[in-house]
């Protein structure tokens, strides 16, 4: 782990190489600098922009990003909403993304961002409230189980409040690569964690962390582009969004474009946007129809689809030679969020005879096959009673 301009650097050259593999892009600049504007040049070192061309956009003209990348804590609340404001006057849409230091907050690491939770260990003897503090926290967490308790953050207030408050409530960090881990970006949003206990007068308290976090995730990103966020955000202000890409080859670009469009979609049926993604799937229908190489990406379509239904009885469509095939639906539970289900689509061709599953969470997305899927298979193979 280097220090937090080394982090910096790291983070704009990755963000740089993945944007302008998609061919999307016009200009990629780093360090920008907005001469003779002392709200946006202020930390240019942190700046990453962006220009879309205009071929991908609706209205035909250059859409403008800035990328503001976090390493340290050093951003204030007001430096980034007065970015934020100034941003959105000249028409560009600001995105963060943070380091995502590894383990961050265990011994002999300083990593300032996703600190893991552990009690300070250097504060004074005398610090009555503190020592009562941190006995109640202690003996709250002792009702998680440890897997849980090991992945706790304890956030500052720009990784946990400011940047989510108008990113749509989740923030996107960078994973540097390790001889363990994959160089990505990770999308998280914050669970509560709950604080229940005898507290410092021997009466039962149970009240939310203000600082102690969960992190759940949302998507692992490898492919991506840059996009405006059609979640809720800071009002009328311009904020960009990081919208995934499925690794589909891309040569033209009709090609390119229904990439983009596929990224959008995925990003409206992850997050619940039905009117956003029946707008996105009448121009999808229009595009793979004119394609001339449209297999891979019409089959990609067909996984997202499945997000659209629910469970259900086998339905009939048919296959691109008009000979009918059967759909049939499954409902999954999501491993690791509560309450959140994923839908598997199992589809029978009757001429050749094969099945092929697809199902709706991020993993499949990339890796064109999932846990859920495996687990659907090995309830299948089970006799019935």
Known sequence: ?????????????YLARKLSETGEFSRIERKFSFAGDQVLGNKRSAHLFAELKPEFTSDQQPQKYLIVVHSDESYTEHEIMAKLRRASELGMYTVHILYRYPNSGREGDSGPLFRRFVLDKDRAEGEVAYRHRAAFNMESLKEYPKQR????????ELERDWIPRISGNTILFYQPPSARLKEMLKRYEW???ILKGIGKFGRYREEPSLMIKEPILIEDISDFTLSPLFRASAGEKKVGEVVSLAPLPTGNLSEQSIRRNLGKLHQALLFGLGDKASTLEERLCIQLEISENGSPFLAHYEALSALRNGQGQPEKELGDD???????????PSRSQQGKSYFIAERKDYK????AYACSCPGFHFRKTCGHIEELLESLSQPKD
């Open 1 to 13: 782990m280097g220090d937090a301009k080394e982090n910096r650097e790291q983070m704009q050259e």
């Open 149 to 156: 308790r090991d992945n706790f953050r304890r956030l500052r």
């Open 352 to 355: 050749t005879g094969n099945t």
């Open 322 to 332: 008009g000979k009918a095939a059967v759909v049939t639906k499954f409902e999954v």
């Open 191 to 193: 669970g509560t964690v």
